[in-house]
Protein backbone atom coordinates (compact mmCIF):
# COMPACT_ATOMS: atom_id res chain seq x y z
CA UNK A 1 0.00 0.00 0.00
CA UNK A 2 1.15 3.14 -0.70
CA UNK A 3 2.42 5.49 2.16
CA UNK A 4 1.92 9.26 3.11
CA UNK A 5 4.88 11.70 2.15
CA UNK A 6 5.29 13.60 5.82
CA UNK A 7 7.03 16.52 3.95
CA UNK A 8 4.35 16.85 1.09
CA UNK A 9 1.74 16.94 4.16
CA UNK A 10 3.32 19.63 5.89
CA UNK A 11 3.47 21.93 2.47
CA UNK A 12 0.07 21.22 2.01
CA UNK A 13 -1.08 21.70 5.40
CA UNK A 14 0.59 25.47 5.76
CA UNK A 15 -1.69 26.14 2.33
CA UNK A 16 -4.28 25.28 3.74
CA UNK A 17 -4.24 27.04 7.05
CA UNK A 18 -3.41 29.87 4.85
CA UNK A 19 -6.47 29.72 3.05
CA UNK A 20 -8.28 29.24 6.15
CA UNK A 21 -7.00 32.22 7.78
CA UNK A 22 -7.23 34.36 4.15
CA UNK A 23 -11.26 32.98 4.29
CA UNK A 24 -12.33 33.43 8.06
CA UNK A 25 -11.00 36.93 8.97
CA UNK A 26 -14.07 37.44 11.35
CA UNK A 27 -13.94 34.16 13.27
CA UNK A 28 -10.31 34.93 13.78
CA UNK A 29 -11.27 38.35 15.33
CA UNK A 30 -14.20 37.31 17.39
CA UNK A 31 -11.83 34.33 19.01
CA UNK A 32 -9.18 37.18 19.72
CA UNK A 33 -11.10 39.81 21.49
CA UNK A 34 -12.96 36.87 23.74
CA UNK A 35 -11.33 37.50 26.74
CA UNK A 36 -13.59 36.81 29.18
CA UNK A 37 -13.98 33.40 27.98
CA UNK A 38 -12.10 30.46 29.69
CA UNK A 39 -9.98 28.91 26.72
CA UNK A 40 -11.61 32.12 24.38
CA UNK A 41 -14.58 29.91 23.82
CA UNK A 42 -18.19 29.08 25.68
CA UNK A 43 -17.21 26.07 26.68
CA UNK A 44 -13.32 24.94 26.28
CA UNK A 45 -13.76 21.62 23.62
CA UNK A 46 -14.77 24.39 21.07
CA UNK A 47 -11.15 25.06 21.00
CA UNK A 48 -10.90 21.56 19.12
CA UNK A 49 -11.71 22.86 15.38
CA UNK A 50 -8.98 23.18 13.02
CA UNK A 51 -6.77 26.24 12.13
CA UNK A 52 -6.18 27.40 15.52
CA UNK A 53 -9.67 28.94 16.34
CA UNK A 54 -13.58 28.00 15.53
CA UNK A 55 -15.42 28.72 12.78
CA UNK A 56 -18.25 31.53 14.79
CA UNK A 57 -21.56 30.98 13.72
CA UNK A 58 -24.11 33.30 11.53
CA UNK A 59 -26.54 31.16 11.39
CA UNK A 60 -27.63 27.65 10.23
CA UNK A 61 -31.14 25.80 8.18
CA UNK A 62 -31.30 22.03 7.45
CA UNK A 63 -27.57 21.00 6.23
CA UNK A 64 -26.00 24.25 5.83
CA UNK A 65 -24.42 26.83 8.25
CA UNK A 66 -23.29 30.51 7.79
CA UNK A 67 -20.28 31.41 9.82
CA UNK A 68 -19.72 35.34 10.40
CA UNK A 69 -17.50 35.67 7.59
CA UNK A 70 -20.63 34.96 5.22
CA UNK A 71 -18.85 31.44 3.94
CA UNK A 72 -21.67 28.92 3.68
CA UNK A 73 -20.94 25.25 4.73
CA UNK A 74 -22.35 22.16 4.38
CA UNK A 75 -22.96 20.68 7.59
CA UNK A 76 -21.72 16.74 8.23
CA UNK A 77 -20.96 17.56 11.07
CA UNK A 78 -24.24 18.60 12.50
CA UNK A 79 -23.16 19.52 16.00
CA UNK A 80 -21.56 16.18 16.78
CA UNK A 81 -24.82 14.47 16.16
CA UNK A 82 -26.96 16.94 18.55
CA UNK A 83 -28.23 18.64 14.88
CA UNK A 84 -28.83 15.31 13.05
CA UNK A 85 -32.62 16.16 12.91
CA UNK A 86 -31.18 19.09 10.58
CA UNK A 87 -30.87 22.69 12.44
CA UNK A 88 -33.74 24.20 13.37
CA UNK A 89 -35.97 22.00 11.91
CA UNK A 90 -39.73 23.29 11.62
CA UNK A 91 -41.73 21.08 13.43
CA UNK A 92 -39.20 21.42 16.45
CA UNK A 93 -38.88 25.41 16.17
CA UNK A 94 -43.02 25.64 15.92
CA UNK A 95 -43.84 23.51 18.83
CA UNK A 96 -40.92 25.34 20.97
CA UNK A 97 -41.79 29.07 19.92
CA UNK A 98 -45.42 27.82 20.74
CA UNK A 99 -44.09 26.32 23.83
CA UNK A 100 -41.96 30.04 24.91
CA UNK A 101 -44.45 32.45 23.28
CA UNK A 102 -47.74 30.88 22.72
CA UNK A 103 -48.83 29.02 25.68
CA UNK A 104 -46.09 30.01 27.94
CA UNK A 105 -44.10 28.62 30.48
CA UNK A 106 -41.03 27.01 30.03
CA UNK A 107 -40.08 26.27 34.00
CA UNK A 108 -43.20 25.70 35.98
CA UNK A 109 -42.29 22.78 38.32
CA UNK A 110 -45.26 20.91 36.82
CA UNK A 111 -45.52 18.29 33.79
CA UNK A 112 -47.49 18.46 30.78
CA UNK A 113 -48.75 15.69 28.94
CA UNK A 114 -45.55 15.91 26.00
CA UNK A 115 -43.80 14.04 28.38
CA UNK A 116 -45.94 10.46 28.75
CA UNK A 117 -46.42 11.22 24.54
CA UNK A 118 -42.48 10.85 24.32
CA UNK A 119 -42.03 7.85 26.73
CA UNK A 120 -44.31 6.01 24.65
CA UNK A 121 -42.65 6.75 21.77
CA UNK A 122 -39.47 6.04 23.24
CA UNK A 123 -41.11 2.69 24.57
CA UNK A 124 -42.15 1.94 20.85
CA UNK A 125 -38.54 2.58 19.52
CA UNK A 126 -36.27 1.02 22.18
CA UNK A 127 -38.52 -1.77 23.93
CA UNK A 128 -37.84 -0.25 27.66
CA UNK A 129 -41.03 0.19 29.43
CA UNK A 130 -40.48 2.84 31.54
CA UNK A 131 -38.47 6.44 31.15
CA UNK A 132 -36.97 9.70 33.21
CA UNK A 133 -35.73 12.59 31.53
CA UNK A 134 -32.66 14.91 31.73
CA UNK A 135 -30.62 17.40 29.93
CA UNK A 136 -28.10 16.07 28.49
CA UNK A 137 -27.17 12.30 27.92
CA UNK A 138 -23.97 12.67 30.59
CA UNK A 139 -26.73 13.67 33.56
CA UNK A 140 -28.76 10.76 32.13
CA UNK A 141 -25.81 8.12 32.35
CA UNK A 142 -24.81 9.41 35.71
CA UNK A 143 -28.40 9.04 37.58
CA UNK A 144 -28.64 5.47 35.62
CA UNK A 145 -25.18 4.41 36.79
CA UNK A 146 -26.70 5.24 40.97
CA UNK A 147 -29.50 3.05 39.92
CA UNK A 148 -27.45 0.25 38.93
CA UNK A 149 -25.17 0.38 41.66
CA UNK A 150 -28.58 0.64 44.08
CA UNK A 151 -30.32 -2.20 42.12
CA UNK A 152 -27.43 -4.48 42.52
CA UNK A 153 -25.81 -3.28 45.58
CA UNK A 154 -22.65 -3.38 43.70
CA UNK A 155 -19.98 -0.78 43.73
CA UNK A 156 -18.28 -0.94 40.16
CA UNK A 157 -18.97 0.12 36.59
CA UNK A 158 -17.74 -2.06 33.43
CA UNK A 159 -16.71 0.23 30.43
CA UNK A 160 -15.19 0.18 27.21
CA UNK A 161 -11.11 1.45 26.50
CA UNK A 162 -11.37 4.69 25.20
CA UNK A 163 -15.50 5.22 24.92
CA UNK A 164 -17.20 8.34 25.82
CA UNK A 165 -20.47 8.38 27.45
CA UNK A 166 -20.25 12.51 28.47
CA UNK A 167 -18.36 13.82 31.40
CA UNK A 168 -19.07 10.71 33.61
CA UNK A 169 -16.14 10.40 35.84
CA UNK A 170 -16.38 6.04 35.61
CA UNK A 171 -16.51 6.01 32.03
CA UNK A 172 -12.78 7.94 31.39
CA UNK A 173 -10.74 4.97 31.29
CA UNK A 174 -8.45 3.03 28.96
CA UNK A 175 -6.64 -0.36 29.23
CA UNK A 176 -3.47 0.85 30.89
CA UNK A 177 0.01 -0.45 30.43
CA UNK A 178 -0.30 -3.73 32.40
CA UNK A 179 -2.79 -4.81 30.10
CA UNK A 180 -5.94 -6.71 30.30
CA UNK A 181 -8.07 -5.46 33.19
CA UNK A 182 -6.15 -2.56 34.06
CA UNK A 183 -8.01 0.47 34.12
CA UNK A 184 -6.41 3.57 33.90
CA UNK A 185 -7.64 6.91 33.56
CA UNK A 186 -7.59 8.05 30.05
CA UNK A 187 -4.73 11.18 28.89
CA UNK A 188 -6.37 14.63 30.15
CA UNK A 189 -8.80 13.69 32.80
CA UNK A 190 -9.43 17.17 34.43
CA UNK A 191 -9.56 16.70 38.11
CA UNK A 192 -10.72 12.53 38.67
CA UNK A 193 -12.39 12.83 41.93
CA UNK A 194 -10.78 9.00 42.97
CA UNK A 195 -8.39 6.85 40.70
CA UNK A 196 -10.53 5.45 38.53
CA UNK A 197 -9.48 1.47 39.39
CA UNK A 198 -11.43 1.97 42.62
CA UNK A 199 -14.82 2.77 40.38
CA UNK A 200 -14.34 0.75 37.13
CA UNK A 201 -13.23 -2.22 35.42
CA UNK A 202 -12.10 -2.02 32.10
CA UNK A 203 -12.47 -4.60 28.57
CA UNK A 204 -11.94 -3.89 25.13
CA UNK A 205 -14.73 -3.93 22.57
CA UNK A 206 -14.74 -7.10 20.42
CA UNK A 207 -13.05 -9.14 23.19
CA UNK A 208 -15.79 -11.29 24.94
CA UNK A 209 -12.40 -12.84 26.76
CA UNK A 210 -11.59 -9.34 28.72
CA UNK A 211 -15.26 -8.88 29.67
CA UNK A 212 -15.65 -12.21 30.80
CA UNK A 213 -12.89 -11.49 32.91
CA UNK A 214 -14.02 -8.34 34.88
CA UNK A 215 -17.08 -9.58 35.67
CA UNK A 216 -16.18 -12.89 37.21
CA UNK A 217 -14.97 -10.49 39.68
CA UNK A 218 -18.75 -10.50 40.86
CA UNK A 219 -18.19 -6.44 41.83
CA UNK A 220 -19.68 -4.61 38.74
CA UNK A 221 -23.05 -3.39 39.10
CA UNK A 222 -23.38 -2.67 35.36
CA UNK A 223 -21.97 -2.70 32.00
CA UNK A 224 -22.14 0.25 30.08
CA UNK A 225 -21.60 0.59 26.31
CA UNK A 226 -22.60 1.56 22.84
CA UNK A 227 -23.20 -0.80 20.23
CA UNK A 228 -20.99 0.45 18.22
CA UNK A 229 -17.90 2.48 19.20
CA UNK A 230 -18.51 6.02 18.04
CA UNK A 231 -16.40 8.41 19.62
CA UNK A 232 -12.77 6.96 19.01
CA UNK A 233 -13.92 6.54 15.45
CA UNK A 234 -16.57 3.59 14.59
CA UNK A 235 -15.62 0.52 15.76
CA UNK A 236 -18.18 -1.77 14.93
CA UNK A 237 -19.01 -5.35 16.78
CA UNK A 238 -17.95 -8.43 15.45
CA UNK A 239 -20.70 -11.17 14.71
CA UNK A 240 -21.50 -12.57 18.15
CA UNK A 241 -20.29 -9.73 20.02
CA UNK A 242 -23.08 -8.56 21.80
CA UNK A 243 -25.30 -11.57 22.23
CA UNK A 244 -21.82 -12.80 23.94
CA UNK A 245 -21.98 -9.24 26.62
CA UNK A 246 -25.66 -9.62 26.94
CA UNK A 247 -24.98 -13.49 28.20
CA UNK A 248 -22.59 -13.00 30.34
CA UNK A 249 -24.08 -9.60 31.87
CA UNK A 250 -27.01 -12.05 32.70
CA UNK A 251 -24.59 -14.97 33.80
CA UNK A 252 -22.59 -12.56 36.70
CA UNK A 253 -25.67 -10.67 37.65
CA UNK A 254 -24.22 -7.39 35.91
CA UNK A 255 -27.23 -4.87 34.56
CA UNK A 256 -26.60 -3.85 30.91
CA UNK A 257 -26.52 -0.37 30.20
CA UNK A 258 -26.58 0.57 26.26
CA UNK A 259 -26.48 4.14 25.61
CA UNK A 260 -27.46 5.34 22.02
CA UNK A 261 -26.90 8.97 21.75
CA UNK A 262 -24.83 8.77 18.53
CA UNK A 263 -25.88 5.06 17.71
CA UNK A 264 -29.29 5.83 17.25
CA UNK A 265 -27.81 6.58 13.40
CA UNK A 266 -28.19 3.59 12.85
CA UNK A 267 -31.91 3.69 12.48
CA UNK A 268 -35.46 4.75 14.19
CA UNK A 269 -34.73 2.51 17.02
CA UNK A 270 -30.86 2.79 17.40
CA UNK A 271 -29.09 -0.60 17.39
CA UNK A 272 -31.17 -2.08 20.03
CA UNK A 273 -34.40 -2.66 17.57
CA UNK A 274 -31.89 -3.22 14.33
CA UNK A 275 -30.07 -5.76 16.19
CA UNK A 276 -32.74 -6.83 18.58
CA UNK A 277 -30.82 -5.69 21.94
CA UNK A 278 -32.13 -6.62 24.93
CA UNK A 279 -30.70 -3.63 27.71
CA UNK A 280 -31.35 -3.70 31.17
CA UNK A 281 -31.16 0.51 30.81
CA UNK A 282 -30.93 2.74 28.07
CA UNK A 283 -29.67 6.09 27.73
CA UNK A 284 -30.37 8.59 24.69
CA UNK A 285 -29.55 12.18 24.53
CA UNK A 286 -28.68 15.10 21.83
CA UNK A 287 -30.52 14.52 18.75
CA UNK A 288 -33.97 13.27 19.95
CA UNK A 289 -35.08 17.15 20.61
CA UNK A 290 -33.75 18.29 17.45
CA UNK A 291 -30.92 20.64 19.38
CA UNK A 292 -33.04 21.57 22.25
CA UNK A 293 -31.13 20.20 25.52
CA UNK A 294 -32.48 17.01 26.37
CA UNK A 295 -31.89 13.47 27.51
CA UNK A 296 -33.51 10.53 28.57
CA UNK A 297 -32.55 7.11 30.61
CA UNK A 298 -34.99 3.98 30.33
CA UNK A 299 -35.48 1.11 32.89
CA UNK A 300 -36.60 -2.60 32.48
CA UNK A 301 -39.22 -3.26 35.12
CA UNK A 302 -36.90 -5.10 37.01
CA UNK A 303 -34.48 -2.44 37.25
CA UNK A 304 -37.58 -0.16 38.36
CA UNK A 305 -39.09 -2.79 40.93
CA UNK A 306 -35.68 -3.03 42.50
CA UNK A 307 -35.14 0.68 43.67
CA UNK A 308 -38.71 0.98 44.45
CA UNK A 309 -37.89 -2.17 46.69
CA UNK A 310 -34.92 -0.51 48.29
CA UNK A 311 -36.59 1.93 50.98
CA UNK A 312 -33.44 3.89 51.15
CA UNK A 313 -33.88 5.11 47.19
CA UNK A 314 -35.05 9.07 47.77
CA UNK A 315 -35.62 9.62 43.85
CA UNK A 316 -38.00 12.58 44.69
CA UNK A 317 -35.82 14.69 46.90
CA UNK A 318 -32.26 15.15 47.17
CA UNK A 319 -31.32 11.97 46.36
CA UNK A 320 -29.01 12.25 43.47
CA UNK A 321 -30.46 12.02 41.06
CA UNK A 322 -32.65 15.08 38.92
CA UNK A 323 -32.37 18.55 38.22
CA UNK A 324 -34.59 21.10 38.87
CA UNK A 325 -34.62 21.81 34.53
CA UNK A 326 -34.57 17.98 33.60
CA UNK A 327 -37.49 16.67 31.71
CA UNK A 328 -38.87 20.76 31.55
CA UNK A 329 -41.79 21.41 29.18
CA UNK A 330 -39.48 22.72 26.41
CA UNK A 331 -37.18 19.83 26.05
CA UNK A 332 -40.24 17.56 26.31
CA UNK A 333 -42.09 19.73 23.54
CA UNK A 334 -39.08 19.39 21.63
CA UNK A 335 -38.98 16.03 21.54
CA UNK A 336 -42.27 15.26 20.81
CA UNK A 337 -41.96 17.20 17.29
CA UNK A 338 -38.75 15.90 16.77
CA UNK A 339 -39.29 12.20 16.83
CA UNK A 340 -43.17 12.54 16.04
CA UNK A 341 -42.44 14.82 12.84
CA UNK A 342 -38.72 14.99 11.89
CA UNK A 343 -36.46 11.94 12.70
CA UNK A 344 -39.27 9.60 10.85
CA UNK A 345 -38.72 6.38 9.49
CA UNK A 346 -38.85 7.87 6.05
CA UNK A 347 -35.58 10.14 7.12
CA UNK A 348 -33.94 7.34 8.07
CA UNK A 349 -34.62 5.57 4.83
CA UNK A 350 -32.91 8.78 2.99
CA UNK A 351 -30.10 9.61 5.39
CA UNK A 352 -28.92 6.07 5.00
CA UNK A 353 -29.01 5.74 1.43
CA UNK A 354 -26.71 8.92 1.25
CA UNK A 355 -24.68 7.62 4.04
CA UNK A 356 -23.98 4.49 1.71
CA UNK A 357 -23.57 6.67 -0.72
CA UNK A 358 -20.44 8.81 1.42
CA UNK A 359 -18.69 5.38 2.25
CA UNK A 360 -18.77 3.90 -1.36
CA UNK A 361 -17.36 7.27 -2.59
CA UNK A 362 -14.79 6.93 -0.18
CA UNK A 363 -13.98 3.32 -0.81
CA UNK A 364 -13.29 4.52 -4.15
CA UNK A 365 -10.66 6.69 -3.99
CA UNK A 366 -8.94 4.83 -1.37
CA UNK A 367 -8.63 1.75 -3.66
CA UNK A 368 -7.45 4.23 -7.03
CA UNK A 369 -4.94 5.44 -4.81
CA UNK A 370 -4.29 2.25 -2.63
CA UNK A 371 -4.53 4.09 0.71
CA UNK A 372 -3.97 2.47 3.55
CA UNK A 373 -7.26 4.22 5.69
CA UNK A 374 -10.52 2.24 6.18
CA UNK A 375 -14.10 3.77 6.36
CA UNK A 376 -16.94 2.48 8.74
CA UNK A 377 -20.44 3.01 8.48
CA UNK A 378 -23.38 3.06 10.87
CA UNK A 379 -26.33 3.68 9.32
CA UNK A 380 -26.81 7.54 8.70
CA UNK A 381 -23.09 7.84 9.78
CA UNK A 382 -20.08 7.45 8.40
CA UNK A 383 -15.98 8.03 9.40
CA UNK A 384 -12.79 7.30 7.65
CA UNK A 385 -10.14 6.25 9.94
CA UNK A 386 -5.91 6.45 8.94
CA UNK A 387 -5.77 2.36 9.31
CA UNK A 388 -6.90 -0.55 7.15
CA UNK A 389 -7.90 -3.23 8.06
CA UNK A 390 -10.75 -1.25 9.86
CA UNK A 391 -10.40 -1.27 14.21
CA UNK A 392 -11.96 -3.44 16.05
CA UNK A 393 -11.57 -1.73 19.34
CA UNK A 394 -10.97 1.33 20.85
CA UNK A 395 -7.00 0.68 21.56
CA UNK A 396 -6.08 0.04 18.21
CA UNK A 397 -8.25 3.08 16.45
CA UNK A 398 -7.04 5.56 19.18
CA UNK A 399 -2.90 4.74 18.09
CA UNK A 400 -4.41 4.95 13.94
CA UNK A 401 -5.11 9.17 15.49
CA UNK A 402 -3.06 11.45 13.03
CA UNK A 403 -3.09 14.97 14.03
CA UNK A 404 -1.64 16.27 11.05
CA UNK A 405 -3.48 14.24 8.95
CA UNK A 406 -6.80 15.33 9.97
CA UNK A 407 -6.16 18.65 10.07
CA UNK A 408 -5.09 18.74 6.75
CA UNK A 409 -8.60 16.92 5.93
CA UNK A 410 -10.79 19.17 8.00
CA UNK A 411 -9.07 22.61 6.71
CA UNK A 412 -9.28 20.80 3.13
CA UNK A 413 -12.99 20.28 3.40
CA UNK A 414 -13.97 23.52 5.10
CA UNK A 415 -12.38 25.97 2.64
CA UNK A 416 -13.94 24.27 0.03
CA UNK A 417 -17.32 24.58 1.81
CA UNK A 418 -18.01 21.33 3.53
CA UNK A 419 -17.72 21.08 7.03
CA UNK A 420 -16.66 17.46 9.11
CA UNK A 421 -16.77 16.88 12.73
CA UNK A 422 -13.81 18.61 14.85
CA UNK A 423 -12.89 15.60 16.49
CA UNK A 424 -12.91 13.26 13.90
CA UNK A 425 -12.87 12.31 10.13
CA UNK A 426 -17.16 11.76 11.23
CA UNK A 427 -20.17 12.82 8.48
CA UNK A 428 -23.65 12.40 9.38
CA UNK A 429 -26.64 12.80 7.07
CA UNK A 430 -29.94 14.86 7.95
CA UNK A 431 -32.94 14.93 6.56
CA UNK A 432 -32.32 17.58 4.42
CA UNK A 433 -28.86 16.37 3.00
CA UNK A 434 -28.96 16.08 -0.68
CA UNK A 435 -26.99 13.55 -3.01
CA UNK A 436 -25.50 16.87 -4.34
CA UNK A 437 -23.88 17.68 -0.70
CA UNK A 438 -22.42 13.74 -1.16
CA UNK A 439 -21.25 13.97 -4.25
CA UNK A 440 -19.09 17.46 -3.24
CA UNK A 441 -17.37 15.55 -0.54
CA UNK A 442 -16.64 12.65 -2.80
CA UNK A 443 -14.87 15.15 -5.61
CA UNK A 444 -12.96 17.19 -2.44
CA UNK A 445 -12.08 13.81 -0.64
CA UNK A 446 -10.70 12.33 -4.04
CA UNK A 447 -9.18 15.74 -4.88
CA UNK A 448 -7.01 16.11 -1.32
CA UNK A 449 -5.92 12.21 -1.35
CA UNK A 450 -4.78 12.90 -4.90
CA UNK A 451 -2.84 15.86 -3.87
CA UNK A 452 -1.34 13.81 -0.89
CA UNK A 453 -0.61 10.51 -2.70
CA UNK A 454 0.68 12.03 -6.02
CA UNK A 455 2.04 15.43 -5.23
C1 LIG B 1 -22.33 7.91 23.39
C2 LIG B 1 -22.46 9.23 24.08
N1 LIG B 1 -23.10 9.29 25.26
C3 LIG B 1 -23.25 10.45 25.91
C4 LIG B 1 -22.74 11.62 25.42
C5 LIG B 1 -22.90 12.89 26.17
O1 LIG B 1 -23.84 13.72 25.57
P1 LIG B 1 -24.02 15.20 26.13
O2 LIG B 1 -22.73 15.90 25.80
O3 LIG B 1 -25.18 15.76 25.41
O4 LIG B 1 -24.20 15.10 27.59
C6 LIG B 1 -22.04 11.61 24.20
C7 LIG B 1 -21.47 12.84 23.64
O5 LIG B 1 -20.81 12.87 22.64
C8 LIG B 1 -21.91 10.39 23.52
O6 LIG B 1 -21.25 10.31 22.36
Redesign the pocket.
Known sequence: MASIDRERLGILLERERTSHLRRTPSSRAAFEAADHLFGRVPMTWMNKWSGGYPLYLAGAHGNRITDIDGNEYIDFALG???AMAGHSPKATVDAVTERIGGAGGITTMMPCTDAEWVAAELTRRFGLPLWSYSL????A?RWALRIARMVTGRPKVMAFSYC????VDETFVITGPDGDGDATHRGGNVGPAVPISQTTRVAEFNDIASVEAGLAHGDVAVLIM?PAL??IGIVLPEPGFLEAVRELCTKYGTLLLI?E???ISAGPGGCTAAWDLKPDIF?I??SIGGGIPC?AYGVSEEVAAGVRANSEADLVDVGGVGGTLAGNVLSTAAMRATLGEVLTDEAFAHMITLATEFREGVEATLTAYDVPWSIAQLGARAEYRFVSPAPTNGTQSARAHDDELEEFLHLFMSNRGVLMTPFHNMALMCPETQRTDVVLHTRLFEAAVSELMTG
Open positions: DTATATDNYHGSETNDTHTVGKG
